[in-house]
């Protein structure tokens, strides 16, 4: 099979079934999987720089040299092929087995307590704590690993929740309970830590139970807030966080009027300031400028609060919000890191400057970061925020980190619904918006990462 020279990214055919993704670059060729791991998106939509391909949808990373993912989301690599090159044909060779899923665990090492007694808690079962728990495996740690978690679930995913509202928490799991097993990971169920001791290394359970720790990770993300005003415990009121959450809110809805004609009306520069009910029901929103809405349901998101309150006295620096306050390596103190909704960590696309960005991609990157720097491995934390929401099949994304901007250059047509945004802080990119077809905003988010965002002069100028 031959391919022209100037080509960068194709998919090919292997066998009667079979898909890889071959790439060239720098004159090498290169054959990793064709499918992102997180939710299958194509990457040969994405963008190839520096032996990196980022998925066009949610911004994930692969290695295209080993197929390893290296940001995210997602918690798996992708399979890597064999590329031979003779005479003018590049052959890809491939086992039947590396067909059969576009998803590749990585190889992870056992327990042996006998010859590793060292104990790492993490202290979560979220997204962040789950990629922790197997990085730490992935780079073969042998003592014990003991994750623990006040949900009676196993770790599954959350942002699945406000798509799937009926979707149980076992089809939504991120890895069967038996993958736990297999790879000698402690799985504590339905316990909270209610205090810890940095200086004397213990966590304290809700059941009264202590665990001595060498290292401990902190990653219990946070609780949804709640509006204090009056009708507040009126019955259909909800929060979503759990898929408990979301089944109760799917149940109350089926057949009310969510949406007319797809119709969603949006009230700004207003607060609520009362939900009325009736026979402890709720009936309308009432808000502070006078407007009233008739509501046979409400879904309140209003912020989190960091699940930090066990952390008080633990000698454990917390800002003013609750977060727990890392270095660059997620880490805390001696012996304490944080990932995660609850981190407060330094951005490095922003010099250093220390932010919290409850994420889904972050979480991933932080406990990755976080386990490897558990191990002495001094890997500081570098990614670039990625968001991304689906509205009526329109889909958002949005790449960096502006939480201040003087002004905003659209390259395109926002009411044709197809356009890039670019926020502007001096003459610095600070962040980019894209709505439509493409992979432009993977292709910002790794001008970012690598340092190689055009100014906003240039930006201008280009236009």
């Given at each position: 099979m031959v391919f022209a020279f100037f080509m960068i990214m194709k998919t090919i055919d292997i066998g009667e079934t079979g898909k890889a993704l071959l790439v060239r670059e720098n004159g090498q060729y290169f054959a990793v999987g064709h499918k992102c791991t997180h939710y299958g998106a194509p990457?040969?939509?994405?963008?190839?720089?520096?032996?990196?391909?980022?998925?066009?949808?949610?911004?994930?990373?692969?290695?295209?040299k080993t197929g390893d993912i290296e940001d995210f989301p997602g918690l798996?690599?992708?399979?890597?092929?064999?590329?031979?090159?003779?005479?003018?044909?590049?052959?890809?060779?491939?086992?039947?087995?590396?067909?059969?899923?576009?998803k590749r665990v990585k190889?992870?090492?056992?327990?042996?307590?006998?010859?590793?007694?060292?104990?790492?808690?993490?202290i979560g079962g979220g997204g962040s704590a789950m990629k922790g728990a197997e990085t730490l495996r992935e780079e073969g740690f042998?003592?014990?690993?003991?994750?623990?978690?006040?949900?009676?679930?196993?770790?599954?995913?959350?942002?699945?929740?406000?798509?799937?509202?009926?979707?149980?928490?076992d089809a939504i799991k991120l890895r069967p309970e038996e993958y736990f097993k297999d790879h000698d990971i402690e799985f504590l169920q339905g316990?909270?830590?209610?205090?810890?001791?940095?200086?004397?290394?213990?966590?304290?359970?809700?059941?009264?139970?202590?665990?001595?720790?060498?290292?401990?990770?902190?990653?219990?993300?946070?609780?949804?807030?709640?509006?204090?005003?009056?009708?507040?415990?009126?019955?259909?009121?909800?929060?979503?966080?759990?898929?408990?959450?979301?089944n109760k809110i799917a149940d109350f809805a089926q057949g009310k009027k969510i949406h007319e004609s797809k119709g969603v009306k949006f009230i700004t520069d207003a607060a609520v300031k009362e939900f009325k009910g009736e026979n402890g029901k709720l009936m309308a929103v009432c808000f502070d400028n006078g407007t009233e809405v008739l509501a046979d349901l409400c879904v309140q998101g209003v912020g989190v609060i960091p699940s930090t309150d066990f952390l008080k006295?633990?000698?454990?620096?917390?800002?003013?919000?609750?977060?727990?306050?890392?270095?660059?390596?997620?880490?805390?103190?001696?012996?304490?890191?944080?990932?995660g909704d609850i981190a407060h960590f330094p951005l490095?696309?922003?010099?250093?400057?220390?932010?919290?960005?409850?994420?889904?991609?972050?979480?991933?990157?932080?406990?990755?970061?976080?386990?490897?720097?558990?191990?002495?491995?001094?890997?500081?934390?570098?990614?670039?925020?990625?968001?991304?929401?689906?509205q009526f099949g329109k889909s958002i994304r949005y790449c960096g980190h502006a939480h201040s901007?003087?002004?905003?250059?659209?390259?395109?047509?926002?009411?044709?619904?197809?356009?890039?945004?670019?926020?502007?802080?001096?003459?610095?990119?600070?962040?980019?918006?894209?709505?439509?077809?493409?992979?432009?905003?993977?292709?910002a988010a790794n001008d970012m990462f690598e340092g190689k965002m055009p100014s906003a002069s240039e930006i201008r100028a280009s236009l």
């Open positions: 990457l040969v939509t994405g963008h190839l720089s520096n032996g990196r391909v980022r998925c066009p949808w949610h911004g994930a990373c692969f290695n295209v798996d690599s992708i399979p890597k092929f064999e590329v031979v090159i003779k005479n003018d044909d590049v052959i890809v060779r491939a086992h039947p087995e590396q067909l059969t899923s576009h190889k992870m090492a056992k327990a042996d307590t006998n010859e590793d007694r060292r104990v790492f808690v993490i042998t003592g014990r690993v003991v994750m623990v978690t006040k949900e009676s679930h196993f770790p599954y995913d959350r942002p699945l929740l406000s798509k799937k509202l009926t979707a149980s928490a316990l909270q830590a209610t205090a810890l001791d940095a200086n004397n290394k213990t966590v304290t359970l809700s059941n009264g139970t202590q665990l001595k720790y060498d290292n401990v990770l902190i990653a219990t993300g946070g609780r949804p807030r709640s509006l204090n005003v009056p009708g507040s415990d009126l019955q259909n009121i909800f929060l979503l966080r759990s898929p408990e959450d979301a006295n633990s000698g454990v620096s917390l800002s003013s919000r609750g977060d727990v306050i890392v270095d660059k390596y997620m880490k805390a103190r001696e012996g304490v890191f944080a990932s490095k696309m922003l010099n250093g400057e220390k932010v919290s960005i409850g994420h889904w991609q972050i979480a991933h990157k932080h406990g990755q970061t976080a386990a490897r720097n558990m191990l002495g491995q001094k890997e500081e934390i570098n990614t670039i925020p990625f968001f991304w929401t689906s901007f003087d002004d905003v250059i659209i390259d395109g047509d926002v009411d044709e619904q197809k356009f890039t945004a670019y926020y502007v802080k001096g003459d610095r990119i600070m962040a980019v918006a894209t709505m439509g077809p493409g992979n432009a905003a993977a292709k």
